[in-house]
C-alpha cells in the first residue's frame, strides 16, 4: 500500500499524517509507503511548521526529517490512495487528475469531514494531532492485509 497525504502548504497537517502513519506502520510491521505534499509551492523544501515538530515530539514522533514538496500529478503513478485534509485540497488534487483511476485514488482522509486548519491558530494543533492520529489507527485496520 503506498499511501500520500495532502495539505495546502505541507508544513502543518499532512506532516502530521505522514509521520503518524508511518509511526503505526513501523510499530505494525507493515510494508507500506507513506509520503506528504502540498499543493501549494511556498514552503517547497523547508521543514514541517515548528509548531507540528513540537505537537508530534510530545507524542513522541519525530517530523524534523520531513522536507515539504508540492503534489505533482506523476503522484498519481506512484501511490495507492491519496487521502487530503479539506475540500480546497480535493478539488485542487482533483483538477489534476487525469485518468479514472487517478479519481478514484482521491479521498477526504476523514472519509466526510475535515481537518482544519492550524496554520492561524496555534491551539489547534493538538486537536489537529488527535484528530489525525485517531484516523491513522483506522487506516491501519482499515487498509491491514490489502498489500
Ligand atoms: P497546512 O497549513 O496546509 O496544514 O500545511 C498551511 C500552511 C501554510 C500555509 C497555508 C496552510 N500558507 O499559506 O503558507
Same mark, same amino acid.
Given at each position: 500500500?503506498?499511501?500520500?497525504?495532502?495539505?495546502?502548504?505541507? *508544513?502543518?497537517? @499532512?506532516?502530521?499524517?505522514?509521520?503518524?502513519?508511518? #509511526?503505526?506502520?513501523?510499530? !505494525? %510491521?507493515? !510494508?507500506?509507503?507513506?509520503?506528504?505534499?502540498? +499543493?501549494?509551492?511556498?514552503? /517547497? %523544501?523547508?521543514?514541517? &511548521?515548528?509548531? @507540528? /515538530?513540537?505537537?508530534?515530539?510530545?507524542?513522541? /514522533?519525530?517530523?524534523? +526529517?520531513?522536507?515539504? =514538496?508540492? $503534489?505533482?500529478?506523476?503522484?498519481?503513478?506512484? $501511490?495507492? =490512495? /491519496?487521502?487530503?485534509? &479539506?475540500?480546497?485540497?480535493?478539488?485542487?488534487?482533483?483538477?489534476?487528475?487525469?485518468?479514472?483511476? &487517478?479519481?478514484?485514488? *482521491?479521498?477526504?482522509?476523514? !472519509?466526510? !469531514? *475535515?481537518?482544519?486548519?492550524?496554520? #492561524?491558530?496555534?491551539?489547534? $494543533?493538538?486537536?489537529?494531532?488527535?484528530?489525525?492520529?485517531?484516523?491513522?489507527?483506522?487506516? *491501519?485496520? &482499515?487498509?491491514?492485509? +490489502?498489500?
Amino acid at each position: 500500500m503506498k499511501i500520500l497525504m495532502v495539505c495546502l502548504g505541507n *508544513i502543518c497537517r @499532512s506532516p502530521l499524517a505522514h509521520g503518524i502513519l508511518e #509511526h503505526l506502520v513501523a510499530l !505494525n %510491521g507493515l !510494508n507500506w509507503e507513506v509520503d506528504s505534499a502540498g +499543493t501549494g509551492n511556498w514552503h /517547497i %523544501g523547508e521543514q514541517p &511548521d515548528r509548531r @507540528s /515538530i513540537a505537537v508530534a515530539k510530545k507524542y513522541g /514522533i519525530d517530523l524534523s +526529517t520531513q522536507t515539504c =514538496r508540492q $503534489f505533482e500529478p506523476a503522484d498519481f503513478e506512484r $501511490f495507492d =490512495r /491519496i487521502l487530503v485534509m &479539506d475540500y480546497h485540497n480535493l478539488s485542487d488534487v482533483k483538477a489534476l487528475a487525469g485518468k479514472e483511476e &487517478d479519481h478514484h485514488k *482521491i479521498s477526504l482522509f476523514l !472519509n466526510d !469531514n *475535515i481537518v482544519p486548519d492550524p496554520y #492561524h491558530d496555534d491551539d489547534l $494543533f493538538d486537536p489537529v494531532y488527535q484528530m489525525i492520529e485517531k484516523r491513522c489507527k483506522e487506516l *491501519i485496520k &482499515d487498509l491491514a492485509g +490489502t498489500s
